[in-house]
């Protein structure tokens, strides 16, 4: 089913101390996460463990990083504060069986369609997100249980302690690359917070992790068609924004290291994850840009990397979990803070000036939508109106040369695409009552792209026809001649070296 990838001893120890590397730095965030999502810190611990474990080994992009993600934590908080968490589980399995069919039926090619503007929109709204996830832990609970703002010492606190840590995530690198710098940052705020006593809210505060293995466990929800109902849009949505993330990453990754990946078998990969995760009391994930690029970056291409991460973040989690809950709440706050600068495509501002204008209102646009909705959305409403802009726009493309050759018939060249964009000025270009008594279209500089082409051509003949007119077509394809058998004997094709292509027609489905 797999292999680890590696053929000396040298290559196995550099993919297991990049794996070693990763699942450090995967403890803050996957914990963060479990926050965002309003779930137990030991949930989005289960979940970096078995999602990623499951996922190098079933997936197709080898040294790829799989865990519990903010895009999918923002989607399941509203499931888990109206239902609970055992319909979060439920959900979960339900994503897997989605994207496992997704692999199946072939899917994952489509990440191919989505545009370059879209993908810009999708990052920037993923990091708005993320962000916004973190303004919470600026509040507080009052006595009385409500929530309040943070204010005086307090608040400055917690910020002074957000700075410290993205200032030693910034510039440590520039000292050393021995420890991740998000893990280094988290230790130095912690023992600060310890060695001072400084008071400030922390993981063991808002819920202990202290547990052992994952145990399997039938998600306990009722078994009814009112469940199904209620998890069934979640999972949905669950199964497209880490298919989009996971593909995205994919490809990202494959650009990297100049190697490729395996879409479809990322796709049931990530499938089998979700479900099994959902079964041992994970909140799900999908892959990890973050991750992903540290593994890459540190020398882990093979499975074998990230196989030893999700190993490693479950040693951290049977042996380590006291000193997780004396985490600083504020160190994962900065944490998350750094993700979202890093997340953050800063160049879309350079560069809105210098692209289409359309391009610019799609970008815009994901971007607005992921934070008014969620990811998946915002990607299916990119696509479809970048679609909707490049039909437009190649619909102008469309002209015709017209002249009458020594015989008096008159010639129209075609130029250009004929698709449903364009059908409206293709009939504009014709005049059957005055063109003289034959007349001669060529096809030759033409695409004829669609069924609502076709139909337009058909229509086109049958002016003529009633016109009292001949009307011959030219290197036409043979799917449209097909169509135009009411035209009669008026309507002549000249067959000779016509093209061999297919358009789409309900006729030969």
Known sequence: MFQLGCKNRVCVQNEILSG??????????????????????????????????????FGGRPGMISGATGAMAVVMVSLVADHGVEYLFAAVVLTGLIQISAGVLKLGKFIRIVPYPVMLGFVNGLAIVIFLAQIQHFQFAAPDGTKEWMTGSPLFIFAGLIILTMAIIRYLPKLTTAIPSSLAAILVVSLLVIGLNIDTNTVGDLASIEGGLPSFSIPEVPFTLETLMIILPYSFILAAVGLIESLLTLSLIDEVTNTRGRGNRECVGQGIANTVTGFFGGMGGCAMIGQSMINVNSGGHQRLSGISAALFLLGFILFAS???????????????????????????????????????????????????TDLAMAVVVGVIVSALVFAWEHAKHINVKTYDNKYGIRIYELNGPLFFGSVKHFMDLFDPENDPQEVIIEFQNSRVADHSAIEAI????????????????????????????????????????????????DQLA
């Open 20 to 57: 070693l590397t990763v699942a450090l730095a995967l403890v803050p965030e996957a914990v963060a996460f479990a926050f965002v999502a309003g779930v137990d810190p030991l949930v989005g611990l289960y979940a970096a463990f078995m999602v990623g474990l499951l996922a190098a080994i």
């Open 322 to 372: 006291n000193l997780i809950e004396q985490i600083p709440m504020a160190a994962l706050v900065g944490v998350m803070f750094i993700v979202v600068m890093g997340t953050f495509e800063w160049s879309s501002f350079r560069i809105m000036g210098k692209i289409p204008r359309h391009d610019a209102f799609v970008l815009i646009l994901v971007s607005a939508v992921t934070v008014a």
């Open 458 to 505: 058909d229509s086109l003949a049958e002016k003529y026809i009633k016109a009292g007119k001949t009307l011959h077509f030219r290197h036409l394809s043979p799917e449209c001649v097909l169509l135009l058998e009411k035209a009669g004997d008026l309507v002549e094709v000249n067959m000779m070296e016509d093209p061999k292509y297919h358009v789409a027609d």
